[in-house]
């Protein structure tokens, strides 16, 4: 067996587990933690693959700045919710299912358009990637970036509102 066969077993079984235990933790803190080990793995796989500058930017992108911006909204947001340790267990059969149909269908949507065609192994260079990202796709860009401020200041009004401020 070869090393990065092994290697993509290892990360993605950790995968895997990490994003369960994302859906299935207690304490929203501890579920986005267990997202930050998820995005690394997808690092991890990036780099194993050969995408060094893909890799580097979801540590930057995702690990270092979307995940600090969740834990600031959900430390400024806490609520008394759920303090009894008490769930709702009687939608967790209509959630399995759902899952699985989704499972079903982006499987069967995967397989009808992309079949048997193989990856081109060519590498692409940080140059080529940035003069991509930053021409063509400039404007998702910047609304992603605007999103997320409206989303941090959305975040702060409301914890003020709560806390009588």
Same mark, same amino acid.
């Given at each position: 067996m070869i090393a990065e066969h092994v290697a993509f077993g290892i990360i993605a079984a950790v995968m895997v587990a990490s994003a369960l235990r994302v859906v299935t933790a207690r304490d929203i803190v501890h579920a986005a933690l267990y997202l930050v080990i998820v995005l690394a793995g997808v690092a991890a796989l990036f780099l194993l693959v050969g995408a060094e500058f893909t890799g580097i930017t979801q540590v930057l992108i995702?690990?270092?700045? /979307?995940? /600090?911006?969740?834990?600031?909204?959900?430390?400024?947001?806490?609520?008394?919710?759920?303090?009894?340790?008490?769930t709702d267990h009687k939608r967790k059969l209509p959630a399995?299912?759902?899952?699985?149909?989704?499972?079903? /269908?982006?499987?069967?949507a995967l397989v009808d358009r992309f079949g048997d065609d193989r990856l081109d192994p060519t590498p692409q260079t940080t140059a080529q990637v940035s003069d991509e990202l930053f021409s063509?796709?400039? /404007?998702?860009f910047e609304a992603v970036s605007v999103l997320l401020l409206a989303a941090l200041i959305g975040a702060i009004v409301i914890a003020r509102r709560e806390q009588g401020g």
């Open positions: 995702y690990i270092g700045a /979307v995940i /600090v911006l969740f834990l600031f909204g959900i430390m400024l947001t806490r609520s008394d919710f759920d303090q009894d340790g008490e399995i299912l759902t899952a699985l149909l989704l499972l079903a /269908v982006m499987i069967g063509q796709y400039i /404007v998702p």
